[in-house]
């Protein structure tokens, strides 16, 4: 076959475009999202309706409640102390949701909650309210997975089509690609969390829980000014982060460490320089794997979801990586970054529009759930 040949062949193959499977709603839709998974307890309103100027669908966040429970400087939260804020609060919290989003239960379409991943008591606590409701309003409900409902709120809020993802939360670090109606997991964490890695250090440095570990990190941090030697731990695509963890543990033992606000000299390693070196090579560490799923399926793209998602040094990082490829970084702020009830409003109306609705029997939670696992029926 000649150059010609195969030139005139190439041109006249028509590359179809996929068309998404969602079809436009005849009418304003309306669903009511619970999240539980951890120490946050959200809920939120949000609405599908059709958009008068087009043939697009118009996507409303009506209310966006959340309530978080927050522990003593150097205390972690159990599942049952969560569960138990969880149950003191959730009335209060829905309560606030549907009055802010200005509707009637008879309007609501669905109810959506999380069925997991996360800690098992606080999700029992939102799925049996979810339960309830359902059964004394007679309304549908949908199980969402948790990391399903940040990329899909996090690709509506940043209008990003088809982004490689990096979920970093307190429980999850995955990069995730989409193909063929599922979110395919690139890479992951091989032992504990991003979140949970720098949640750990902070309570060993003496940090405050408020508003969380990991932002009072990312401010004690930008006030180092000294880079520690740490364990650099990738392969593949997949970080190991216990051991940066257990190393930058054992420099608050060391004689040269003095904690905040003592007299500095040269010689010293402060608390600041810890944050500071932890932040750095940890998040190279995220970058890295994030461009190796980058350069295997083409894409120029990278959406950063879950509560460290806020952090502006990661987003930075990450910045740097992408325009050196001409992509681009989507990111939310701490509204929708951090675990909240409209993200699983969001995924849970997506899967209703799709007639996905979980039968009361089947409403059980699930500490390990996947999110490979679940069926993206709703994209093409």
Known sequence: MTTAQASSISTSITIK??????????????????EGSANKLGCGV???????????????????VRHTYITPPGEGFLPSDT?????????????????????RWSELDCIAFTKGPGMGTPLQVGALVARTLSLLHGIPLIGVNHCVGHIEMGRQITSSHNPIVLYVSGGNTQVIAYSQQRYR??????????????????????????PSPGYNIEVEAKKGKKLVSLPYGTKGMDVYLAGILHSVESYT?????????????????????????LQETAFAMLVEITERAMAH?????????????????LQ????????????????????????????IAQAGLLAYR????TPLEKTGVTQRYRTDAVHVSWRA
């Open 17 to 34: 475009k996929k068309v998404s499977p969602l079809t436009r709603p005849s009418r304003r839709l309306l669903c009511l999202g619970i």
């Open 46 to 64: 949000i609405s599908h309706s059709p958009s008068p100027a087009n043939a697009t669908t118009k996507v409303t966040v009506l209310s966006n």
């Open 83 to 103: 569960a138990r804020h969880h149950r003191d609060w959730i009335v209060r919290v829905i309560e606030e949701a549907v009055r802010k989003a200005g509707v």
């Open 185 to 210: 997991i690139f890479g992951e964490t091989l032992d504990i969390a991003i979140g949970n890695c720098l949640d750990r250090f902070a309570r060993v440095i003496g940090l405050r829980n408020d």
């Open 253 to 277: 033992k060391d004689k040269k460490y003095i904690s905040w606000d003592q007299p500095t000299t040269e010689d010293v390693i402060t608390a600041y320089d810890l944050c500071y070196s």
């Open 297 to 313: 399926v083409g894409a120029r793209d990278v959406l950063i979801v879950g509560g460290v998602g806020c952090n502006l040094r």
């Open 316 to 343: 930075e990082m990450m910045g740097i990586m992408a325009s050196e490829r001409n992509g681009r970084v989507f990111a939310t702020d701490q509204s929708f970054c951090i675990d909240n009830g409209i993200m």
């Open 354 to 357: 799709m007639g996905q609705i």
